[in-house]
């Protein structure tokens, strides 16, 4: 043990800077202004990220309890002159419940930052109706905005059954647009 203990401090000190880095960009400061968005900002995926068109931008997802349940997951952009934009609501018809994951990757190849969130709803009605459940939520970037993609969000978590990531969801995105393309686009996806 008294080997152990001096080898791993060491091995600490020579990482330091790394590990700092790494915390530093892991790190959610509070952000100013989020205090005039209504509803409770889920912190933990709240993230900047460099948008195409805007530059730096902070995604801040907020979850509005004064909202019908369907529409309580609300998302807004802090834009870098402090303002806020907020995206068009995903709405599924479900109770959203809670968000597991987001990432800011250029599904659709257009050239573009898109949004891909993967996030808890429950259905509130039969036997499962507490049970959550997760679901993609693709908002896909155009160059006047976000537009969110139902869609293909709702394809792209039926096929998942569940099994959610962000790399599948991007794997299933590029299969059912594929697909969508070559039969014309046709197959409209009815809402729940």
């Given at each position: 043990m008294?080997?152990?203990l001096?080898?791993?401090?060491?091995?600490?000190?020579?990482?330091?800077?790394?590990?700092?880095?790494?915390?530093a960009s892991?790190?959610?400061d509070?952000?100013p202004?989020?205090?005039?968005i209504p509803?409770k900002?889920?912190?933990?995926?709240?993230?900047t990220?460099?948008?195409?068109?805007?530059?730096?931008?902070?995604?801040?997802?907020v979850?509005?309890e004064?909202?019908?349940?369907?529409e309580?997951?609300?998302?807004?952009?802090?834009?870098?002159d402090?303002?806020h934009?907020?995206l068009p609501?995903?709405?599924i018809?479900?109770?959203?419940?809670?968000?597991?994951a987001?990432?800011?990757?250029?599904?659709?190849e257009n050239?573009?930052?898109?949004i891909i969130?993967?996030?808890?709803?429950?259905?509130g009605i039969?036997?499962?109706?507490a049970?959550?459940?997760?679901m993609?939520?693709?908002?896909l970037r155009r160059t006047d905005?976000?537009?969110?993609?139902f869609e293909?969000?709702?394809?792209v978590s039926?096929?998942?059954?569940?099994?959610?990531?962000?790399?599948?969801?991007r794997?299933?995105?590029?299969?059912v647009t594929?697909?969508?393309?070559?039969?014309?686009g046709?197959?409209k996806?009815?809402?729940?």
């Amino acid at each position: 043990m008294r080997r152990i203990l001096p080898r791993l401090i060491e091995m600490l000190l020579q990482n330091a800077p790394v590990l700092f880095l790494a915390f530093a960009s892991c790190k959610q400061d509070k952000i100013p202004a989020i205090e005039k968005i209504p509803g409770k900002p889920i912190r933990e995926q709240t993230f900047t990220f460099q948008d195409s068109l805007l530059g730096p931008v902070t995604f801040v997802p907020v979850k509005d309890e004064s909202a019908p349940p369907h529409e309580q997951l609300k998302i807004y952009l802090k834009l870098g002159d402090g303002s806020h934009t907020k995206l068009p609501d995903a709405d599924i018809n479900f109770i959203f419940h809670d968000m597991d994951a987001v990432s800011f990757v250029d599904v659709d190849e257009n050239g573009l930052t898109d949004i891909i969130i993967i996030s808890q709803y429950i259905s509130g009605i039969g036997r499962d109706a507490a049970r959550p459940f997760r679901m993609a939520i693709i908002y896909l970037r155009r160059t006047d905005g976000f537009e969110f993609d139902f869609e293909d969000s709702w394809r792209v978590s039926e096929l998942a059954k569940g099994n959610l990531n962000i790399a599948r969801v991007r794997t299933l995105f590029r299969e059912v647009t594929r697909h969508a393309a070559k039969d014309g686009g046709t197959g409209k996806v009815r809402r729940p």
